[in-house]
Structures are given as C-alpha cells and as structure tokens.
C-alpha cells in the first residue's frame, strides 16, 4: 500500500515530480516581476494606465494588482486594499482571478508544448489575452449595472526611477519562487495524497485498483456536464481537485493516467485532439479559483 501510494505508477511523487519540472518557468515570471518591482515602474504603470482603466470602469491602482496576479492571484487580491473606493477595490478584487497566475502557467506550458509544438509560445500568449479580455469584460459589465458611478479620483506619489541590482532582484524571485517549494510539499502534497488514497479507495472499504475506485466513480458521475469537450473522467477529477491548488491539476493528471513525467505529454497526444487541450486550458484558465484566493477574497 505504502508503495502504491508514494512510489508506483500513480505514485505522489510521481506527480510531485512533474510540477517540480515547471520550476525554471516559475523563476523566471517572478525575476521579470522583481524587476518591475524594484525599478519603481509598478508606481508609473498605475498612473500611465489610469486614463484607458477608467474607461474600462477600473482605477488606475488596479494595474499594479493584475501585475501581481501574473505572480500569484493570493498577493494580486490583498494588494487591491491600497484602493480607497470600495467599489474600486470591489471590481479589482473579482477580476484579479481570471489573471493567468504561475501555477495555471505550469498546465498551459506543459499543455501547448505537447499539442502546439512550434506554436506553443503563441498558444500561451493566447491565455494571458483571453485572461485579460475577460477580467476586463466583467469590470465593465460590473462598472455598468452592480457598481453604478464614476471611478474615484487617482492620487498617486511615484517613487524615484532606480536602477535594480541583480543580488536583489534575485533574491526577491528566489524568496518568492521557494514559497512554490514550500507549497509543493505541504497543500500540493496533501492534496495529490488525499488523491492517491481515493484512488485505490474501493466502495465499499477497500483496497484497490483505479478503475474500481470512489475517485473513478466521481469523475464518471461529473463527466456527462463535461462530455461536449470530449474529456474523460480522469481530466475531469484533475481539475476538481485543482480547487485545493491549480498546480494539481498537472500532478494530478500525471497521477491518474499513471505516467512519468516524461511520458504525460505522449499520453495526452494520444488520447486528445489540440481542440480539446486548449478547451481544457481554457476551463483551467476561467473555472473556480484556487482555495488560497478564496480565501484572500473572503
């Protein structure tokens, strides 16, 4: 059992293990970001974008927070407390989820290099797009019936222009890019373990295989609301369990079809037409945030 759980086939460190391969991605979003941060332009960018985000029923602040959701939606949503106007805040608080944070860039980078080869960089570009596009949508629909009314006033002191040092922009993606670490071994680990012991869970008690287990019996149970995409239960348990965090989904996924990380992608292309991985992508990208945003939000 013990075997099953943490070393076999749908193993937890299996899954484990292909969240950890997106690392590198990871450090990368949070050096640009740190760079950002330390040169004093997030301040700039506010105040350049306050005239076009009030036409779009935002203030100008709320640039800063959809930059840190890019990072992580978690400080994107608490840093929406520096605006003055509920309303405001209101607005920028809602919209902050459907901003493609890291963790949703681990599944779409894995998801575009498997079916879009080449034009995998275009693919994922296509989700920030398509982010944006709708948290901008819902601002407006927002701005235009619930939050009736002028935008508040935008007064902003801009810091001094400085040039970043390359130990402290390091440093910042370095203690950002280890909470990634920490939450892969405590929420993501708890989360695929809980997993792994539904799907060798039998009904009743009992140890067995996945194909008999409460796991498969729940994603059968859901798989009609999503049988227009032509998804099978297996992606359909992925990202339920990607409400805890939305790295599981790709260690789930790993997980439940029983593959190495180096044999997801091959998986995948021969089960799913590209069609269907940007639908999932796309359903990755707009469903339920993860509970760590909830509960910012809340």
């Known amino acids: 059992v013990f075997d099953d759980l943490f070393f076999g086939d749908y193993g937890v460190l299996n899954g484990i293990g292909t969240i950890l391969s997106f690392v590198p991605i990871i450090f990368f979003l949070y ?3 740190s760079i950002l941060e330390d040169s004093g332009y997030m301040a700039r960018a506010a105040f350049v974008m306050d005239r ?3 036409k779009l029923g935002l203030t100008g602040r709320a640039i800063i927070s959809m930059i840190l959701g890019f990072g992580c939606n978690v400080p994107g949503v608490y840093s929406t407390r520096a605006i003055p106007d509920e309303g405001d805040r209101l607005i920028a608080i809602v919209i902050n989820p459907l901003i493609p944070c890291s963790a949703r860039l681990v599944v779409f980078a894995c998801l575009a290099y498997v079916f879009f080869g080449p034009l995998a960089g275009n693919v994922i570009f296509s989700m920030y797009v398509l982010g944006i596009g709708l948290a901008v949508l819902i601002a407006i629909i927002m701005r235009k019936s619930y939050l009736k009314g002028r935008v508040s006033p935008f007064i902003l002191e801009l810091p001094p222009y400085q040039a970043p040092t390359l130990r402290t922009v390091i440093l910042h993606a370095y203690e950002r890019g280890i909470l990634f670490f920490k939450k892969a071994g405590t929420v993501i680990f708890g989360g695929l373990l809980v997993l792994e012991i539904l799907m060798h869970l039998q009904w009743p008690l009992g140890w067995g295989p996945v194909e008999t287990s409460v796991i498969c019996a ?3 149970a859901l798989q009609p609301l999503f049988s227009p ?4 239960w297996r992606l359909v348990v992925a990202v339920v369990f990607g409400f805890v965090a ?11 079809y029983g593959v190495p990380e180096e044999g997801l ?4 292309g021969e089960l799913y037409t590209p069609v269907q ?6 359903f990755v990208l707009a469903y339920v945030p993860c509970v ?5 939000i809340a």
């Open 52 to 54: 076009l985000m009030r």
């Open 246 to 256: 939305k790295e599981i989904v790709l260690g789930a996924t790993a997980a439940l």
């Open 277 to 282: 991985a940007f639908s999932y992508m796309v």
């Open 218 to 220: 729940l994603g059968k």
């Open 265 to 268: 992608g091959a998986r995948l």
């Open 292 to 296: 760590a945003t909830v509960a910012a």
């Open 31 to 33: 050096f640009a970001l």
């Open 229 to 232: 995409m032509g998804w099978d």
